[in-house]
């Protein structure tokens, strides 16, 4: 049996590749300190003797028993809100805790893929975004936390491929959703559903001509388990190329939800970039990968999922309480 290690599997997308890995009969490795993952998204796993799971911050030495075959490293706060809040952290886990997974891949001979992001084109100048751009990155605005720890984790990784050989893939996530995403975790979608459902006015940051271009979480899975299976080294973009204005999409989900509420605008967060597409091209030539929901049955599943949730989960308005993890 194939032996798969995953960081952040707690997490939204982490939590969705153990169950992808689980039902192509892996034996799955969950790793997760749990600052921003949720046991809840894993908890059905536990009773699975093909499921092992440990409670473990990547950012120190990460110690498996046994052989591995592959590992997945999707431990990160993903969330503008998450990385400013806890900015160390984020910084850590992508060179640190990818530096120690990187070891771990070495040692066991193992195949690894890292997340990445469409975070590293930054605020981009060209559009749509081809694996070849560099970006446009403010190394020390607020996101550059994120963005720069991203870039530096495809560097490392890049490295360890060339100097260790060790056998390396990258992926870049663009905008992804769907069942399990935290609701309060700032991001757009979680929060304008979760205005809609608590009926308030759907808050557009700026005058909401940015674009961004949302991918449902099942083809992200599928393009990413693509990758993985592939024998290409470089990045890869995997998102859904169909773009649209948050202005526009505040319209759709007020729609979808058949809420009484409007939009109210608040003030544009710095570095909020303003346009984000994905080329595809290289994950349709080289995965033979491209994506198959659309949005407006990404989102109806994805609103059923929020519409499930109970009323104290919903009203839950503060983020996730980071102090305990945070030393000052
Ligand atoms: N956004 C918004 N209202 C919100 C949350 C986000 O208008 O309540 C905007 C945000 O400024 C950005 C876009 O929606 O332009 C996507 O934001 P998100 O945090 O989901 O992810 P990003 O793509 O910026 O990392």
């Known amino acids: 049996m194939k032996r798969i290690l995953i960081t952040g599997a707690a997490g939204f997308l982490g939590s969705h590749l153990c169950d992808r890995f689980i039902k ?21 796993l536990f009773k699975l003797e093909k499921f092992e799971f440990y409670n473990h911050d990547v950012t120190k030495f990460v110690h498996v028993s046994g052989k591995l075959d592959y590992i997945l490293h999707f431990a990160s706060p993903a969330s503008p809100i998450d990385y400013l809040k806890i900015p160390i952290q984020t910084l850590k886990v992508g060179a640190l805790g990818t530096h120690n997974l990187l070891g771990l891949a070495k040692d066991k001979k193992a195949r690894i893929l890292i997340a990445s992001t469409s975070e590293v084109y930054g605020d981009p100048l060209v559009h749509p975004q081809t ?3 560099y970006g446009n990155v ?46 309060n975790d700032g991001r757009v979608i979680p929060a304008f559903m979760g205005q809609a459902l608590r009926g308030e006015d759907l808050t557009v940051f700026g005058d909401g001509s940015q674009t961004r271009s949302f991918c449902y ?32 999409f505040a319209e759709e989900i007020i729609n979808l939800t058949g809420t009484n509420q409007k939009v109210v605008y608040k003030s544009l967060p710095q570095n909020d970039p303003l346009q984000r597409q994905p080329d595809i ?8 990968w491209e994506p ?14 929020f519409k499930s949730l109970s009323e104290e989960e919903l009203n839950k308005k503060e983020h996730k309480d980071f102090s305990k993890h945070i030393k000052k």
Do not use: C, W
């Open 217 to 248: 979480v099942d083809d992200q899975i599928e393009g990413i388990f693509k990758l993985l299976m592939s024998d290409y080294n470089l990045p890869v973009n995997i998102g859904n190329p169909h773009e649209i204005t948050i202005k526009d």
């Open 292 to 305: 198959k929901v659309g949005r407006e049955k990404g989102m109806k599943l994805t609103f059923d999922y």
């Open 131 to 133: 694996e070849e751009y």
């Open 24 to 44: 192509e009969g892996y034996h799955v490795i969950g790793m997760d300190n749990l600052i921003t993952g949720d046991l809840k998204n894993i908890e059905h």
């Open 138 to 183: 403010n190394t020390i605005g607020p996101r550059g936390v994120y963005d720069e720890a991203k870039r530096f984790q495809e560097s490392i990784t890049m490295a360890y491929h060339r100097f260790h050989n060790v056998d390396t893939r990258i992926v870049r996530i663009f905008n992804t959703y769907g069942p399990k995403m935290r609701l």
């Open 281 to 288: 091209s290289k994950a349709k030539e080289i995965l033979g």
